[in-house]
């Protein structure tokens, strides 16, 4: 009610102010409110939690890459897989099934204690909204070693992967997004045994994450169709740019039949390559271009790239050293086998500052399978080299090439298998000519066989593992090549042993 002294005039003006301050008010609570749901919006789903890593060999274990926003998963939904879909995975023992490595708890050089890995090494764990995992550079690069007495294996971060099973681990990603247990009310329960989240995370679990991973899921399988109708990539390998390919430069998977397995290779001791022919086709020669399309391959993005990160890594890896055979080497033997090394020709292609190292040698000369260098041609370099046109780092040095690099053979003993592909189980073989070489193996055995030179590879399973039975009579498999006179398959066994032992020396 107005008071007896207001005018009818001054009344209406009182009531627009008021009603212009209500507007206002509510007008106030919308905006508080929206901003406090964008803001739980952002802190859920957006806000970053920098990483650190004080240690540059945990950096290279445990850091983030920068491909979490696009190839993260929920880690409390990842970490449950294995429990609700064992029977998706090639054997028993979880993630480990697929190679994957966990860190035990141990004493650091400084008397502290460092606790077992939260994660597999080869992944990282990083909080954007919620914590997310992704694999970076170490889930392939890494050799897991077991002496053929031991049980506890030696690991060498740097190295070739030679038990990790990466298609084994998409496979059996997208068959739990295929199975129709993938629900809420099957993980949730499953996820509040290992966490007790709050009841915004149930909620963003139950409707948001859990949902859109499956579907996430789902539409990379279909991106990595392309694999179902190729040869398998075997354990230690990996199809690294057939994807880039159709994921990444826009080519069309349907028009391709290339198959570009091929065997993880090492990456430790990268200054003294610097300019050399780099990846098995040397489709590069800058390791900078290398590490930061490795990134890009494992699902980074341009305009998120870690630039510095990547930098940090790098400097590592330039620097580390090949690791030393750990067995005892008969040096006298060695001493022979070095002349042989030299006389045969091995050297000139092989030795650090020779004529042809680090070179691309024709197919039509090394003889080997042809189909990893046939899938990288000069449309896919032409599209690489423009990708980062836009962006203060450029893409400059890939190209086609005609065959494969002339690997420096630091660190060689614990490359096998061995060329490109794969394709022969040890340096033995490798000195046997092609058609005296294994025709089916076993993939993925870590247990080291000194004789041959080698892992143990004529064992199908054990405790539970199963191997990846290498058939080199597939399409891109082939054992031939690198043999003739000059690839020492001509000479006498002794000479041959010779040789062999001094391939163990650095
Ligand atoms: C999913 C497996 C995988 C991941 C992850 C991976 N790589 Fe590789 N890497 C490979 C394979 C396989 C090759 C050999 C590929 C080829 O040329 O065919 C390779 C080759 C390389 C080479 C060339 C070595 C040489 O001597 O020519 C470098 C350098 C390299 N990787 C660095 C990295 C870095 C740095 C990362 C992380 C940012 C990374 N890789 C992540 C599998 C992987
Ligand atoms: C004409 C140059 C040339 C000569 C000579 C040569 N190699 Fe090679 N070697 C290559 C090339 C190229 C590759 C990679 C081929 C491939 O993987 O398809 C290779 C691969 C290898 C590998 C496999 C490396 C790995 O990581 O898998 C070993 C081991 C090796 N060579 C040892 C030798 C030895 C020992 C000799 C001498 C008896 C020798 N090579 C002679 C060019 C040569």
């Not at 690991?155 to 030679?162: A, E, I, W």
């Not at 580390?320 to 030299?342: C, H, N, S, T, W």
Request: with cysteine; net charge neutral; charged share 25%.
């Amino acid at each position: 009610m107005s008071s007896p002294e207001t005018t009818p005039a001054t009344q209406s003006e009182q009531e627009r102010r008021a009603r212009g301050q209500r507007k206002l008010v509510s007008l106030l609570v919308v905006l508080v409110l929206a901003g406090a749901i964008g803001g739980l919006v952002w802190y859920k789903l957006f806000r970053e939690v920098p990483t650190t890593y004080a240690d540059d060999a945990d950096l290279f274990k445990y850091g983030s890459i920068g491909n979490e926003a696009y190839d993260g998963i929920p880690y409390w939904l990842w970490l449950v897989l294995p429990r609700v879909f064992p029977e998706h995975l090639p054997g028993n023992g979880g993630y480990a099934a697929l190679g994957m490595v966990w860190e035990e708890g141990h004493t650091l050089p400084d008397g502290s204690w460092k606790p077992s890995g939260e994660v597999p090494i080869g992944f990282s764990k990083k909080t954007i909204g919620f914590p997310r995992i992704a694999m970076n550079c170490a889930i392939c690069h890494l050799s897991v070693v077991r002496k053929p007495d031991e049980n506890v294996a030696t690991l060498y971060p740097g190295g070739t992967g030679n038990q990790m099973n990466t298609q084994g681990y998409l496979r059996f990603l997208f068959a739990c997004a295929n199975d129709p247990r993938f629900t809420a009310d099957i993980l949730m329960p499953e996820i509040q045994y290992n966490v007790k989240l709050s009841l915004v995370d149930q909620l963003l679990y139950r409707y948001l994450l859990i949902p859109q991973t499956r579907k996430a899921l789902l539409e990379q399988e279909k991106r990595y169709a392309f694999m179902n109708t190729r040869t398998d990539w075997s354990i230690g390998e990996i199809d690294p740019f057939n994807p880039v390919k159709f994921n990444v430069l826009g080519m069309d998977s349907a028009t391709d039949d290339t198959v570009g397995n091929s065997d993880m290779e090492p990456i430790w001791n990268l200054q003294p390559r610097e300019g050399m022919a780099l990846h098995w086709d040397g489709l590069n020669t800058s390791i900078r271009e290398v590490v930061l399309s490795s990134a890009i391959g494992d699902g980074a993005r341009a305009p998120t790239l870690p630039l510095a990160t990547l930098e940090r890594l790098e400097n590592y890896l330039r620097k580390l050293p090949a690791p030393e055979y750990p067995f005892p080497v008969d040096q006298k033997l060695a001493a022979r086998g070095k002349e042989i090394y030299q006389r045969t020709g091995c050297a000139e292609c092989h030795n650090f500052g020779a004529k042809r190292t680090g070179t691309v040698i024709p197919v039509a000369e090394v003889g080997t399978d042809p189909e990893r260098h046939k899938l990288w041609r000069e449309e896919a370099a032409r599209r690489y080299n423009n990708y980062a046109k836009d962006y203060p780092w450029k893409f400059n040095n890939f190209r086609a090439t005609d065959g494969y690099a002339s690997v420096p053979l630091d660190g060689v003993w614990i490359r096998a298998p061995f060329l490109h592909n794969g394709s022969v189980p040890s340096l033995s073989d490798l000195l046997e000519p092609p058609a005296k070489r294994p025709k089916v193996f076993y993939r993925g055995n870590n247990r080291y066989d000194p004789t041959k030179v080698g892992f143990v590879s004529d064992v199908a399973e054990e405790k539970g593992r199963r191997f990846f039975k290498y058939d080199t009579s597939l399409k891109a498999n082939s054992n031939a090549g690198h043999a003739g006179a000059t690839y020492g398959t001509e000479l006498s066994a002794d000479d041959k042993t010779a040789l062999v032992e001094y391939l163990k020396t650095p």
